[in-house]
């Protein structure tokens, strides 16, 4: 959880569009921008790694992207129990507080997660997040969840 270049928090962020068209115009802006930047295809805008200046154009390249965004940081030592004995336990808890918060607005949402890293633990977070995929009322919170490259 803790240990060499690794944050004292553990911070999870996700973006809600509305629909697909939403989705598709956003990742249209971050290919543009992409180019403007010079940087190759597949450069992945890492907050805590960019200069300040890259993070306003990005903000700036977005910023008419329809969507709505729900986050949640923790303080990693400040997590303790039983259910937090791995390094993913408390990934997997921060994400499950961010799916409780944006909850009341998924109807049958296509969850996509980062497909870059672990993939023992990304087949574990797409399980974890299936297991909680209804809403408060029982409905169907949650229709599919895939991995894909940022």
Not at 9 to 25: H, P
Not at 85 to 93: R, V
Not at 120 to 145: E, M, P, S, T, W
């Amino acid at each position: 959880m803790l240990g060499g270049g690794s944050s004292d928090y553990c911070t999870v962020t996700s973006l809600l569009f509305v629909s697909a068209e939403d989705a598709r115009k956003a990742e249209q802006c971050i290919r543009r921008l992409r180019q403007e930047l010079g940087v190759p295809e597949r450069f992945e805008f890492h907050f805590a790694k960019l200069k300040q200046a890259w993070r306003e154009h990005f903000f700036k390249a977005v910023r008419d992207c329809p969507c709505f965004y729900f986050a949640m940081a923790i303080r990693k030592r400040k997590v303790s129990g039983l259910g937090f004995n791995s390094p993913d336990s408390c990934h997997k808890f921060t994400c499950k507080l961010v799916l409780e918060n944006a909850q009341s607005f998924l109807r049958r949402a296509t969850v996509v997660i980062d497909g870059s890293g672990n993939r023992r633990f990304r087949a574990q977070l797409k399980k974890y997040l299936q297991a909680r995929a209804l809403d408060f009322d029982g409905n169907q919170a949650i229709r599919k969840v895939q991995a894909q490259t940022s």
